[in-house]
């Protein structure tokens, strides 16, 4: 009885963090912390005969590089040259005013609807070009772009690769007269271009995308009851793959996208199980009479990381891919559930909580180590970058709830405001194939 008592909290502590989850749908990002010790980068006005065309690259990779919390973009007042053609850079200038790299870009005008796009990264501190491309492309495919030339630039000055095209999922709900509505979006990573997958008017839940990045697998009350969809995000195509009696929750793709993890409490208790996406045969994972929910794959396919209250509180486990007796790799706190695995399978993010708040916490599998990345009082559904340099999570803010992301090593905090609508459960995709 004492097992079913935490277990009936559970469940109803989570479904509370679920539903309590609220944001709003055009999103604008604030830098809340950022690093002092950041690259001091130039970038120079977008030269070329296209104003319009320039000024939107221009803010879309200022702002991409600035929120990334790894730069200082300095002000352009300051710079000894506006306008830089290459093997004309003036580098004992620049770095006399202690810039440490320079990004130079043009918009041409090249035919109807067409732009092409020049950049040059400069490395001021060894005194060559670092990076140099052009490319024609269409008026409306600017903004991505320019992500590109983010992520290129990102990479070739920090060494991590950028991931400024990548894109979020999320739920957002709408109320008006006739009732509520919620929809599954779409996003590029800085909240633009959303886009909507399905709506209905019931609850939708945990959208989780497949390694490819072509589907979600996503939870839906359309029924009057869980069920678990898989969608094509570019045809809308969408496929029922589990409808078990009991609980289908928390999906979650294996690395090769071949098999699906999920929650069914269709045996009693909620337990994890693998489902094979193409046969849809079932394999159950765990056994145990506490509830074992969320499960996160190891990058490798090896391992599933999953959220269990087996000890008395939710506390976050690792099984084999094979099964066996699941081994717990959480000890801080009282509190610790909603695993996501880093790229590198190195880190666990996770909501933690032991004598304050609920709050991100991350830990270093390999040596067990654990600190907190958060100080919020409601932080959940963390979510990693592709790259692992930044983790998306919701969070309460002046008597709402927001989206908000922080650096894996804590340094670097920002907050995706979003308008019009509530929105929860960020999930991160994968990077662009």
């Not at 539903?19 to 690259?39: D, K, P, R």
């Not at 995308?209 to 570019?234: C, H, K, M």
């Not at 998306?392 to 995706?416: F, M």
Request: glycine share 8%; with cysteine; hydrophobic share 35%.
């Amino acid at each position: 009885m004492y097992f079913k008592s935490n277990s009936v909290k559970f469940i109803l502590f989570l479904l509370c963090l679920l539903f309590s989850s609220n944001a709003f749908a055009l999103l604008e990002i604030e830098i809340t912390q950022g690093v002092e010790s950041a690259m001091p980068l130039a970038i120079t006005p977008v030269a070329g005969d296209m104003p319009i065309e320039a000024t939107l690259l221009e803010s879309v990779v200022y702002s991409d590089l600035h929120r990334s919390g790894y730069f200082s973009i300095v002000d352009k007042k300051s710079y000894p040259q506006q306008t830089v053609k290459l093997d004309q850079v003036e580098y004992n200038n620049w770095r006399n005013i202690g810039i440490e790299a320079l990004l130079t870009m043009r918009a041409t005008a090249v035919g109807e609807g067409k732009v092409r796009v020049q950049f040059e990264l400069y490395d001021l501190v060894r005194k060559n070009r670092a990076l140099g491309h052009s490319v024609t492309t269409n008026k409306n495919q600017l903004r991505k772009v320019a992500h590109k030339i983010s992520d290129l630039v990102f990479e070739k000055l920090t060494g991590i690769k950028g991931a400024f095209s990548t894109r979020i999922a999320y739920i957002s709900e709408a109320s008006s007269n006739k009732g509520k509505k919620y929809q599954l979006q779409i996003a590029d990573a800085d909240g633009y271009n959303p886009r909507t997958i399905f709506s209905s008017s019931k609850q939708l839940l945990s959208p989780a995308w497949s390694p490819d990045g072509r589907r979600l697998a996503y939870v839906s009350f359309e029924n009057d009851r869980t069920e678990i969809f898989v969608q094509d995000i570019t045809t809308g195509k969408r496929s029922k793959i589990s409808s078990e009696p009991g609980i289908n929750s928390a999906p979650a793709w294996s690395p090769d996208g071949g098999t699906i993890a999920l929650t069914l409490s269709s045996g009693g208790d909620p337990e994890i199980y693998l489902l094979d996406v193409e046969s849809r045969k079932l394999r159950k994972l765990t056994n145990h009479y506490g509830i074992d929910t969320e499960p996160a794959w190891s990058p490798d396919g090896r391992f599933i990381y999953f959220t269990s209250n087996r000890s008395g509180a939710p506390q976050i486990y690792q099984v084999s891919f094979g099964g066996g007796t699941p081994k717990r790799v959480t000890f801080e706190g009282n509190y610790n559930a909603a695993p996501s695995v880093s790229a590198d399978g190195k880190y666990l993010a996770m909501v933690h909580r032991n004598d304050g708040g609920y709050r991100i916490g991350l830990l270093d599998i390999e040596k067990s180590s654990f600190r907190l990345l958060t100080d919020g009082v409601l932080d959940e559904a963390p979510s990693f970058a592709p790259n692992g340099s930044m983790i998306i999570y919701s969070t309460r803010h002046n008597n709402s709830t927001v989206l908000s992301a922080v650096s894996s090593d804590g340094r670097v905090r920002q907050r995706l405001r979003l308008q019009k609508e509530k929105v929860r459960e960020p999930s991160w995709s994968p990077f662009r194939r």
